[in-house]
């Protein structure tokens, strides 16, 4: 597929140099400049869409269609700047020998590694700000009889069993949307298996049905 929009963008070049062959631009400067922005998607050439292309001499610009393709007027020796998120930016200069009216290019931008510096957030803005509150902080025996009952083996073994008293923490919620997600992605396009004719899922069923659980509280 992406082959065939190279092969197509590159006839319609063709088209384009046969037409306007020798042909000077009116004012000898004004050049309709287009092209095809791609990249190397892993698989192979990509269009880039949405891509923006930038004149910084002239402080205006475009951007590309969705097939990557864009066109706009520039000038001889006009500078032009092509920037995507998370590709490298290129920069080309319009060449001032052009005799045509027309400039095409296949730009190709290489994918681009960004390192973003390390940031570490604290609950307190200095560490002399968390002696303060820490030293704040009230530690009767009250507290920490309440603290105690909360974590007690029985109010979590019951907290288990009733999700509305106690919600997924952040870990246990990230947890479950990865193994959803990769559930999903692991049978994307296809059926996923069914349970009833899961060895596992029958056992599983037995050893409940023997221990109980399927009885009417």
Known sequence: MQKRIIW???ALLLGYSATAQKQEPEDG???QFSGLLVTDDGKGLAPVPYATIFLPDKKRGTY???????SIVVEKGDRVRFTYMGLETRTI???DTLTQARYSVVQFLPQDTITLPETVIFAWPSKQHFKIEFLKMD???ELQKRAAENIANDYLAQARKND???AYSGKEGANFYLRQQTREFTYMGQVPPMN???PLAWAQFFNDWKDGKFKKQ
């Open 164 to 166: 509305d008293i106690v």
């Open 8 to 10: 197509s963008f590159l």
């Open 196 to 198: 009833i004719f899961s």
């Open 93 to 95: 200069t319009i060449p």
């Open 64 to 70: 590309s269609d969705y097939r990557g393709f864009f």
């Open 29 to 31: 400067k004004l050049i």
């Open 139 to 141: 530690v009767t025996p």
